[in-house]
């Protein structure tokens, strides 16, 4: 058995890999890594709403206890944003998130949030991979009755909801949601996200209606993904009620989701096109843009106009999170439903990524997608959307093997302007369109990303590259 801690933690299948001993041997090598690095002090932990996840944090904060740290330990589930935001409010030493984010019912995950509360750099993943192999090899694992704890005082109760909610009022214009007294339905998907956005909202004025708002670890029978499969009854609810907009959070509460007024959904590159003109032209934010590889190339024709650069990164958060402490961005995004902005912590945030789009919603008095169309009037139309190529390992290699020396002069007929290798291989068209192959680092997938003026022009592209890669 291999346990890999990579910037999303370590998942696995419960009560085959996820077990209580591995939580522990887990736990103690985030523990050597912050007694080697910080020496004792204070850590969070916090959980979702999956099977077992407070036993499993009970499990971490003995082991942890039992290395004189000394742990903040919520009673009820706490989103991964509200997780990270504790290790500022309360200057601890790091965080422990036991989470699977929107992966399948039957898996749970841990992770660990460095002391800046964003995602963990390769540098201390791979130091905390070390010390796991040490232990595997025969190390000691640490752990002690949490009744000995508490009476050792090495255990505080967390509950930074209030706290976190009072503090997202500082970063979203209140007022202006009240004035507009939007109806809005809120889809947590049985995740930790319950009772953060809609009380939230209510607190705007908001009329709110709530789907999902209770704990079922196998949610619903389905996935705490917020995508527009997984929103069916966010959509539904929408139209039923004629709500001005649907928001809906994955299981962690760290993505999001959006569902306009008449039930259509809106992917994560649309929402951050949006979200990226409101900061922009209502808020009048002046600074770089943070992307990964990925992620619609709308955000650089709204930065061009603004004179703003764009950084374009790798895929994964720990990426945009760094551009945002290091280059003071005012949005960090992804295609997957990450956000963050100037002023906010480092890591994704799907509360407050539902918030501005309330707000901005609020501001613009009409609904999301007529505020995407004149959007696509003033700076042109792109479309996107990925696709996840199953193929065998075999298969998997050679391609790899091949896309290094994969130069074509024209994709479809449109001349390459630019080829990255940024994240897997990138080629820029001459009207605009763009085309990404990448692996997935965990499964037998290779994800094909295209973006283009139109539908049809997208189809071309992916057919043109699967069938010249023999995909």
């Known amino acids: 058995m291999t346990i890999k801690f990579g910037t999303d933690g370590w998942r696995a299948i419960i009560a085959d890999e996820f077990t209580f001993t591995n939580v522990r041997l887990v736990t103690q090598a985030v523990a050597n890594y912050l007694q080697a690095e910080k020496g004792p002090g204070e850590v969070v932990i916090g959980y979702d709403n999956r099977f077992l996840a407070p036993e499993f944090a009970c499990a971490a904060a003995e082991v942890l206890t039992a290395n004189d740290f000394t742990v903040y330990l919520p009673s009820r589930s706490v989103p991964t944003p509200v997780t990270a935001w504790a290790i500022k409010r309360y200057n601890a030493l790091g965080a422990l998130m036991l989470t699977a984010s929107h992966n399948p019912p039957a898996y749970s995950g841990i992770k660990f949030i460095p002391a800046y509360a964003g995602p963990a750099t390769p540098e201390i993943t791979t130091a905390i991979e070390k010390e796991i192999a040490s232990l595997m090899a025969g190390g000691n694992v640490e752990h002690q009755e ?15 909801r209030k706290e976190y909610l009072e503090y997202l009022a500082g970063l979203i214009d209140t007022d202006v949601i009240k004035k507009a007294r939007l109806k809005v339905v809120v ?32 949610f619903g029978g389905s996935l705490p993904d917020p995508s527009a499969r997984g929103l069916s009854d966010l959509a539904y609810q929408v139209r039923a009620t004629g709500a001005d907009v649907g928001l809906a ?31 922009l032209y ?12 990925a992620t619609t190339h709308n955000l650089d024709r709204l930065a061009a106009a603004c004179d703003q650069e764009v950084i374009e990164t790798p895929v994964g958060f720990k990426y945009i999170g760094a551009a945002l402490r290091e280059r003071d961005c005012i949005l960090g995004g992804e295609e997957s439903g990450g956000v963050s902005i100037r002023g906010h912590i480092p890591e994704k945030d799907g509360i407050l990524a539902t918030a501005l789009v309330a707000e901005l919603r609020a501001v613009q008095g009409r609904s999301l997608q007529l505020i995407l169309a004149d959007l696509q009037q003033r700076y042109g139309r792109l479309v996107s959307q990925r696709l996840d190529l199953e193929v065998d390992p075999e298969v ?14 024209k994709i479809a007929g449109l001349p390459v302007t630019g080829r990255l290798t940024v994240d897997g291989v990138k080629f820029i068209l001459a009207d605009g369109s763009w085309v990404l192959l ?20 997208l189809h071309l592209l992916q057919k043109t590259v699967t069938t010249a890669l023999r995909i």
């Open 187 to 218: 889809d947590p998907l049985y995740g930790a996200g319950i009772d953060y956005l809609d009380d939230f909202l209510q607190r705007c004025g908001c009329q709110v209606h709530t789907l999902h708002n209770h704990r079922d670890p196998l």
């Open 438 to 457: 990448r692996p997935s680092g965990t499964e037998p997938l290779l994800r094909l990303y295209v973006e283009a003026p139109d539908a049809e022009r």
């Open 396 to 409: 998997k290699a050679r391609v790899l093997q091949e896309l290094p020396r994969f130069t074509p002069a």
């Open 249 to 279: 959070l994955d299981g962690d509460g760290d993505r999001f989701g959006v569902v306009d007024g008449d039930g259509t959904y809106l992917p994560a590159n649309e929402i951050l096109y949006l979200i990226l003109a409101h900061l």
């Open 282 to 293: 209502h808020r009048q934010l002046r600074g770089p843009v943070a992307r990964t590889v």
């Open 146 to 160: 949490l009744a000995v704890a508490r009476q050792q005082g090495r255990v505080k109760e967390l509950d930074p």
